[in-house]
Structures are given as C-alpha cells and as structure tokens.
C-alpha cells in the first residue's frame, strides 16, 4: 500500500475528467448528431475514404522503413564508435525538438517548387511519406536503444564459436531480444504517423481525393462548419489507431514473454 | 562479436544525414543567409515577440501543471494496480496518436463557444478557446504520455521504500508527493524540466494553428 495513492488518484482523475474525458464524450456525442447513419455516411463519405486511405498507406510506409532505419542506426549508435557519433546521435532528437509545423515549411522549402537541390515533391505521396518519416525517426531509435545497450551479447558469441552465421545469429538471437521494443517503437511511429499534421501540411499540398490526409479533411470540415461530420471522422480515425496501438502492445507483450 | 560493418556505419550515416541533416543545414542556411541584420529584424517583429511571450506564458503553467497531473497519473498506474489502472495504461498513450486537429476539434466541442460548457463558461465571463487557457490545456494534453512514459519505468525503479518510511515517520501524503516521490525523480535526464519544458512548448505551435484559423 503506498502512502501516495490518495493524490495520485485524486490528480488522475481530476486531469482525466477535464482533459479527457467531457471533450471525448463530447466528440462521441457530436458525431452521432446525425444518428448512425449520419456517422456512416460522413465516415465513408468518398473523400473521406481516400483521405483515411492514403494516411494509412503512408504511415504504414513510413514507420516501417523506419523501423528497419531506426534499428540499424540504434545497432551504429550503440555497437560502434566512431568520430561524430555524438552529433549522429543528437541529429536523432531533431525531429521531437524542432515544432513540427517549422518540420513543415522547412521540407516544403528544401522538396518543394523552390527546392534548391531540383527535387520537387510537392503533392505526392512520396513527399508525404518522406515527412512522415522526418517525424518519426526518433521513436524506433529511441525505443530499441537502451535493450540493445543493456544487451551482453555472451549467447551472440556462444553461437559463432558454435558456428553460426552472423545473419543466423541475428534472426535467432538479438532480433527476438529486441522484438518488443522494436514493436513498440514501430507502433508509437505508425500512431504518430496517422495524427501527423504540421508537417506534412505543405508537402501533402491538401488536394482532395489526391493528396489530402485524413487530418487536413477534418481540419477542412471543420473550417466549413461541418463539426458533426468532423467529429464522425475523427473518431473513425481514433477507433482505428486505438485498435492498431493495442495490436502492437499485445504483439510486444507476446514477443516479451517468449524471451523469458 | 565484432563492431558493426563498415557498411551498415556508412549507409546509417547516409540515411540520417539525408533525412535529417539535409534539411537541419537547410534552416541554418535559410537563416543566416541574409546576415545577421536580417535575423534581428525578425527577431524584433511585434507579432514574433508576442508569440514568444505566450509560448513562455504557456510553459511557464503547463510545466508544473505536467508534473502534478504526469507524475500523479504514472503513480496511480504503479502504486495501486487495479482494472481502472490497466485501461488507464493503455489510454495514456493515445494523445501521441491523436492528430493535434482532433485535439483541437474535441477541445473545441466541451468547450468552445457553442460546445457543451461555452455558454456556462462565457456567462462566468471565461473564455477558454481561441485564448490562453485552451492553449495550456492542449498543452497539457499532449504532453502527458511523454511525461508518463519516462516517469513510469522510473517509479518502478526507486520503489516504496522511502515513501514509506515517510509515512512511518508521519508525513501526511502531499508532504510525501512533494518531498519524497518528486524528489527521487529529479535529476534523473528525461523528468527534468528543461526537457519537459520544450515538450511543452514544442507541442503547442500545432493547437496556435488550429485555434487561429478555425471559426
């Protein structure tokens, strides 16, 4: 029993009430405004569908080569030492530090139709994937760092001594010791991913049934006073990444008892 | 085992630096380019410095409201595991899935002007969107799960030892909060406050968008 526990709970639920709960309940009463019907006609309304579309298929694009990115450069950061390691391992935080509507116009100038280096990709979902991938870098690196820096690496040598392969020791051995929070930190990626607003504005150039992403579409409804339609949407897309986010903890949470 | 291949070094390098390092030389390039008259007009621009202000105002009370509310929720989920708390686990971390214009919009819908407590608000002569208070509260809200997610490992770390001792000796709980359970987390790098301090202040520059332009 700890002797804390009054103002934890008490500080709990104050925060939660205010901060999250009304405004949910709210959301959720909002987006039934038309009925059920009202709420499945703007969720699968055409321009809604391609905008959660193209969010999900660049997302899922952009956190997965992240998570392999991520992976490798955790594996630098922590198995190799090098000059300018540190600067490599500070440039992974810029993403978290800089706001992500500086992100934003930033790779808008440096890929758009100004772009100094001729490489414009304004309106593509290349673009989009790019800044998706700009933002969540940090999450796998960060996530997959400290096991792997914990690690002690004694089975790794047990098994080339045995023989075995450096890609073989690799699959078998140090990929499913850092499968968990490589899940996790892929997971948080991808949600992040799905929510991702400010820095993809400029890039994604806002088209409807092109280039727009499910976040701009919203914002869109709203500023057209559609709040009924923006709050089906919204928590459509909630749902959806609640779902997905407990998929990645119950695959994590999988993965860590296996090792135990 | 041996250090990692030559290759893997050079391709990492090669990624980051193009991800991330090409558009950081960008900024820096973009700034500086017109000299450093350029860069102090900018910086003494009216509007610029009133932004700046807000942006300090708001980390100067979503900061300790971070803590109370951060470290108090991370408590609960450690110290007394219950059904609630479980379920409260997984939620926390859905403010860093949530787009900040849904953020936005949900804050908007309680308490905007025609949400559920604008009218009640207004009448008490509160205005809380489009001004500072649901700036702080966006802030707020954003910020937590990174604020718990550090907090949490750390508190199953250092234990009820020293709580409890506390007790023992007759502290009463805020006491406790205040002199024992905080201070065993600072100091420690992810809880201090600069870097709560430039969560804060990072993640609100989204809600400024939002609740400027929105009707």
Known sequence: MSPVKGVARGAAVTFLSLVVLIPFAALITNAFNGGVS????????????????????CAALGSALNSAAGLATAWVLVRDRFWGQGLLNAL???????????????LYALYGPLSPIHLS????????????MFVTLPFTVRAVQPVLETMTFTAQAAAATLGASSLRIFRTITLPAIAPSLLAG????????????????????????????????????????????????????????MVLLSFFSALSYHFSRGNR | MKRSPLTLRIAVLTYVGLLIGLPLFFVFQQ??????????????????????????????????????????????????????????DRLIDIPLAISPIIVGLVLMLAYGQNGWFGQTFASWGWNIMFSYPGIVIASIFVSLPLVSRQVIPLLREVGTHAEETAATLGAGPWRIFF?????????????????????????TVPFWLFLETSP
């Not at chain 1, 928590?235 to 959806?240: F, G, H, I, R």
Request: glycine share 8%; hydrophobic share 50%; aromatic share 10%.
């Open chain 1, 38 to 57: 009202g709420f499945w006609s703007a969720v699968t309304a055409k321009e809604s569908l391609h905008a959660i579309g193209l969010t999900f298929f």
């Open chain 2, 179 to 203: 002199t024992i359970t905080l201070d065993q987390l600072r100091g420690r790098p992810p809880t201090g406050l600069p870097s709560l301090w430039l969560v804060s202040s990072v993640n």
């Open chain 1, 92 to 106: 992974i935080d810029l993403p978290f530090a800089l706001p992500t509507v500086v992100a934003g116009v930033t």
């Open chain 1, 186 to 241: 892929t997971g948080l990626a991808f949600a992040r991913a799905i929510g991702e607003y400010g820095s993809v504005v400029f890039i994604s150039n806002n088209l409807p049934y092109k280039t727009e992403l499910a976040s701009s579409y919203i914002f869109s409804l709203t500023s057209s006073n559609q709040n009924t339609a923006a709050s089906a949407v919204s928590l459509a897309l909630l749902v959806v990444a």
């Open chain 2, 31 to 88: 700034t500086f380019s017109r000299g450093f008259g350029a860069l102090w007009q900018a910086l003494n621009d009216q509007q610029m410095d009133a932004a700046m202000i807000l942006s300090a105002k708001v980390a100067l009370v979503a900061v300790p409201l971070n803590v109370l509310f951060g470290v108090g929720t991370s408590l609960w989920i450690v110290r007394s595991p219950s059904r609630i708390t479980a379920v409260l």
């Open chain 1, 121 to 132: 990709l304004t309106g593509t979902w290349i673009g989009i994937t790019l800044a998706i």
